[in-house]
């Protein structure tokens, strides 16, 4: 089936919003509510399913072999990326100005706030630099200067709380949104090519330098489930790694929601640390799992028991690709403890997207109020079309003949997208994960 695929639009320079400085609108559990119908969170969804699209392995005509995309393909990155990474690499550098305080302590070395206070100070002339402030000075200057300035400050992390999370990370890819709105990554390449370089040279590169953060700094987990949750501190590179590895598709096929490319790793083979090492390099998803055998010790199971349990779909990566999606806009963009420090300007607004449907309420559990909203409307942002439900394997399907440790508490699966989950919480429909 051809698809048109829907991309983030690029606005057009001759009728730019006001630029405005972001503000927290999220103050209370309920407002989650307004958000998941908000201009923003559709167009979070789309940013990411564009990128998401873009890295799943393309059929060829001239040969059965399909292409694969990986974070060490040889490219090379436009201007616009390239930008990027030296910013990136400036940001990078102020960890040298800042060496963590010597000195026992578990979690958050204080010096991590000297470094952010670095950051604070340098970041807008970083921002003014090479083609990067070229796009910034064309569009609105100062104004747009500080909208933009906004996401990218609040994707390293929060200084008063010496911790990094998903909420964090969502900041960053918002400010690699603002600037596919602005223009930024216009050039004479195909947009899916230039998505594969935000992807692999961008997004990968921002993790490294976070994961560098993380351990420098020793930063606590923000917002973290604990062992139940799928990564103390990231969830995107699950997302695009997964797509790495699905089967093939053509340029106009949605994604697909099962199998693999020829050549894949076997879904299980994250618990294999020696498999993990060769992949992690090329692919995110075990990219991701190798920092974490970086930083935890035991058991792979007993330390990681979601991604365990996730290991074992049989359906291929394409299964767990769909189920990241309806996992991340459960437990990151229906979260209040994620979602509440996120700032709404003119680039990601707290409008009203005219497509939604009318907003959900809210469930409540025995251990008090949920964060996920139940289905007494839907969404329909145009990225969505999946059900919404908590974080277990219910997003995948039961695996076959996957049996875990005999210490390991097994979650509950359900192949059914209509699948009732913790809390008693219905799910909804969003027109992005499909």
């Known amino acids: 089936m051809a698809i048109s695929l829907t991309r983030l639009e690029v606005l057009d320079r001759t009728s730019l919003p006001s630029f405005i400085t972001p503000i927290k609108r ?4 309920s407002d989650v ?7 923003a969170y559709r167009d979070i969804g789309l940013f990411i399913m564009q990128l998401n699209h873009a890295v799943c392995p393309r059929n060829r005509k001239d040969t059965p072999v399909p292409l694969t995309f990986t974070i060490t393909s040889k490219h090379y990155p436009s201007a616009p990326v390239e930008s990027l990474r030296a910013l990136l690499a400036e940001i990078e550098s102020l960890i040298g100005d800042a060496p963590p305080a010597p000195g026992p302590r578990r979690f958050g070395n204080l010096s991590f706030r000297t470094w952010h206070s670095l950051l604070e100070a340098k970041v807008e002339e970083m921002l003014a630099k090479g ?7 064309s569009v609105g200057g100062d104004n747009a200067l500080k909208e933009i300035k906004s996401y990218l400050l609040g994707g390293f992390g929060s200084a008063q709380r010496l911790d990094y999370g998903t909420g964090h990370e969502l900041s960053f890819v918002a400010f690699l949104g603002c600037l596919w709105k602005l223009g930024h990554f216009k050039t004479d390449k195909a947009d899916v090519e230039i998505e594969r370089e935000i992807v692999f040279s961008v997004m990968e590169t921002y993790l490294t330098l976070v994961r560098k953060l993380i351990t420098t ?5 923000a917002g973290s489930h604990g062992v139940w949750g799928l990564d103390d501190h990231s969830f995107v590179p699950y997302i695009f790694g997964s797509a790495q590895l699905t089967r093939p598709i053509e340029d106009d ?6 199998g693999s490319v020829r050549g894949a790793p076997r879904t299980g083979d994250i618990t294999k640390a020696p498999v993990v090492e060769d992949n992690r390099r090329s692919n995110m998803y075990f990219s991701a799992i190798g920092f974490i055998n970086d930083i935890k010790k035991g058991p792979f199971w007993e330390h990681s028991p979601m991604l365990f349990d ?4 049989r359906e291929g990566w394409g299964k767990i690709n769909k189920g990241m999606i309806k996992m991340y806009n459960a437990e990151v963009l229906s979260k209040f403890p994620v979602v509440q420090h996120f700032p709404f300007g003119s680039l990601f607004s707290w409008n009203k997207d005219v497509n939604a449907l009318p907003p959900a309420t809210h469930a409540v559990s025995p251990s008090g109020p949920t964060d996920a909203p139940t289905s007494t409307g839907n969404t329909a942002a145009p990225w969505t079309a999946t059900s919404r439900v908590p974080l277990n394997s219910s997003a995948y399907g039961a695996p076959v003949g996957r049996m875990p440790p005999p210490t390991t508490q097994r979650l509950a699966a359900s192949t059914e997208d209509t699948h009732v989950g913790v809390g008693g919480i219905p799910p909804t429909k969003a027109p992005w994960a499909k």
């Open 26 to 29: 999220i103050h209370e559990t």
């Open 33 to 39: 509510t307004d958000f998941l119908v908000s201009e």
């Open 131 to 137: 083609a990067l402030g070229n796009t910034i000075a």
């Open 217 to 221: 700094y020793t930063l606590e987990p």
């Open 253 to 258: 096929e949605p994604m697909p929601l099962e």
């Open 310 to 313: 996730i290991s074992g779909v």
